[in-house]
């Protein structure tokens, strides 16, 4: 028999580089014809189709064992063919052999309106009356309770996409365990509504909503999903707040979409300190408790 190279989804062989359409594996996490006329000729590790959990649909394609440096950044120059966003996935557990939730096929937190019925302002102004309504004024110094409304468009400070390569290779230098995940969207901001993620579950129900703010997110300041985990969401971003000033109106969006990024923060736990770390920051982490 001799020496096989590895093979990914449905046979996929590392050596064949020119362009190829989806196997059947891949068109799977497509919705009705969505898939036709796909392809990619980036070859991929082995790997397998993810189910959720409670009806076995598709959810997502992830890599058996962690990414290879370097892959994220070449599917995602294929998106625009391809139609699968790159993802790196991090675990609770990145030990254990469910490497929940993606493994196990936890990813669903119930319906998933659509991503266009939502206004990201209107989220946005809602989330922060919410979180602002029994909150210290302090807290949210020098807004209080008060809305400041959507942040200012910055001038781009670099190019998207080599923003997102670049932090892509940054979290597997830091942490080489996270997997791959393919993921089908039209725009790397839809990528929680696709998977239905659950991240945000205690702060909102549908993931629609998320996307709706992220795809705002990415024609204002150029951010680009890049890695999820059980509760956490990592963006590269091509055009961070340049002054403080400007980055306590990018904390305001934070806080109303993520609290806990402030009130799990280092002391003070202020939007006032916080929005220091967003000054000339390529990288926004948010997480739900």
């Known amino acids: 028999m001799g020496n096989r190279p590895a093979v990914g989804p449905a046979g996929y062989d590392p050596r064949v580089t020119e362009k ?3 196997p059947a594996d891949l068109l799977d996490l497509f919705t009705g014809d969505a898939g036709a006329g796909r392809s990619l000729s980036v070859a991929l590790p082995p790997g397998r189709l993810v ?20 892959l994220w950044a070449r599917l995602r120059a294929e998106h625009a063919r391809s139609g699968l966003w790159p993802v ?29 019925a ?41 190019d ?33 509504a696709a998977l239905e993620w659950g991240g945000p579950t205690n702060y909102m129900d549908d993931p629609a909503k998320l996307s709706a703010v992220l795809r705002d997110w990415a024609d204002r300041f150029g951010a680009r999903v890049v890695g999820i985990g059980f509760d956490t969401l990592v963006l590269a971003v091509a055009a961070p707040p340049t002054t403080h000033t400007d980055a306590l109106a990018v904390a305001a ?16 736990n202020t939007l006032a300190a916080y929005a220091q770390h967003l000054v000339g920051d390529h990288s926004w982490t948010f997480w739900w408790d």
């Not at 959720?52 to 440096?69: C, I, K, Q, T, V």
């Not at 807290?139 to 008060?146: A, L, N």
């Open 160 to 192: 998207p996409d080599r923003v997102a390569d670049d932090l892509a290779d940054h979290l597997l230098a830091g942490h080489p365990s996270m997997r791959l995940g393919l993921v089908a969207a039209d725009r790397g901001a839809d990528t929680p």
């Open 88 to 116: 790196l996935l991090d675990a609770l557990d990145d030990e254990a052999e469910e490497y929940r939730p993606w493994a196990s096929g936890e990813v669903a937190p119930g319906d998933t309106t659509t991503i266009g």
């Open 51 to 70: 189910r959720h959990e409670e009806d076995d649909r598709p959810a997502l394609w992830m890599s058996d064992e962690p990414a290879p440096a370097g």
């Open 253 to 268: 969006e934070h806080f109303a979409l993520a609290p806990d990024n402030v009130w799990q923060s280092e002391p003070p």
């Open 20 to 22: 190829r359409a989806l």
């Open 118 to 158: 939502h206004d990201p302002a209107a989220l946005l102004a809602g989330w922060w009356a919410e979180h602002t309504a029994e909150e210290a004024p302090t807290t949210t110094s020098p807004f209080g309770r008060q809305w400041p409304g959507l942040a200012a468009v910055p001038a781009t400070t670099g």
